[in-house]
């Protein structure tokens, strides 16, 4: 199975503060990756597919970025609706395994 | 709009049995493959199976494989997850979604295995 290595695991932002998160796999693949946001009680929400694909309706300050075993979230300036928990998937083989999450926090 | 909307979930003694059901609408969902994902309490998220558009194919994690199973019908917009054998530790909330597909989930339902 094909697991995902999430880093950092909490990471203590402001608001205006530009973030990366990076996702790394123990085996390639290409660009089937994904990242969600999930907020407190709700359901995630998609909002990077293959890799760097923004999804519909989603701000612009969101991209992606990777190819093969590393790939990176960026958030270019964080703005308050952005404090949760971000995932990567990925959907190269029949595992569709999750990374472990990472938390942005208020600094 | 498109709705997803998962229910079955409830108490159930371990060893017990239960089976989730997850109601499509607003989108083709006979187009689309579909998946069970559950998060348990405080916890991270956990794929658990995947079916093919047409129910042709499935999949299922490993660490359900032989207690679980994932179905659906086309002709009724439904998607189960027929849940054997549980234990404490599949306690978890359960979302049917699809995924990178499109995005789409339900809001999750709470399966609490406790005796």
């Known amino acids: 199975d094909i697991q995902l290595t999430q880093s950092p695991s909490t990471l203590s932002v402001s608001v205006g503060d530009r973030v990366t998160i990076t996702c790394r796999a123990s085996?390639?693949?290409?660009?089937?990756l994904a990242w969600y946001q999930q907020k407190p009680g709700k359901a995630p929400t998609l909002l990077i597919y293959k890799a760097s694909s923004l999804e519909s309706g989603v701000p612009s300050r969101f991209s992606g970025s990777g190819y093969g075993t590393e790939f990176t979230l960026t958030i270019s300036s964080l703005q308050p609706d952005d404090f949760a928990t971000y995932y990567c998937q990925q959907y190269n083989t029949y595992s569709y395994s999750f990374g472990q999450g990472t938390k942005l926090e208020i600094k | 709009q498109v709705q997803l909307i998962e229910s079955g979930g409830g108490v159930v003694q371990p060893g017990r049995s239960l089976r989730l059901s997850c109601a499509a609408s607003?989108?083709?969902?006979?187009?689309?493959?579909m998946y069970w994902v559950r998060q348990a309490p405080g916890k991270g998220l956990q794929w658990l199976a995947i079916i093919s558009h047409d129910g042709s194919n499935t999949h299922h994690a490993d660490s359900v494989k032989g207690r679980f199973s994932i179905s659906r019908d086309n002709s009724r917009n439904m998607m189960y997850l027929q849940m054997n054998s549980l234990r404490a530790e599949d306690t978890a909330v359960y979302y049917c979604?699809?995924?990178?597909?499109?995005?789409?989930w339900g809001q999750g339902t709470l399966v609490a295995v406790s005796s």
């Open positions: 085996q390639r693949i290409s660009t089937w």
């Open positions: 607003g989108f083709a969902f006979s187009s689309y493959p």
């Open positions: 979604t699809t995924l990178a597909t499109s995005g789409y």
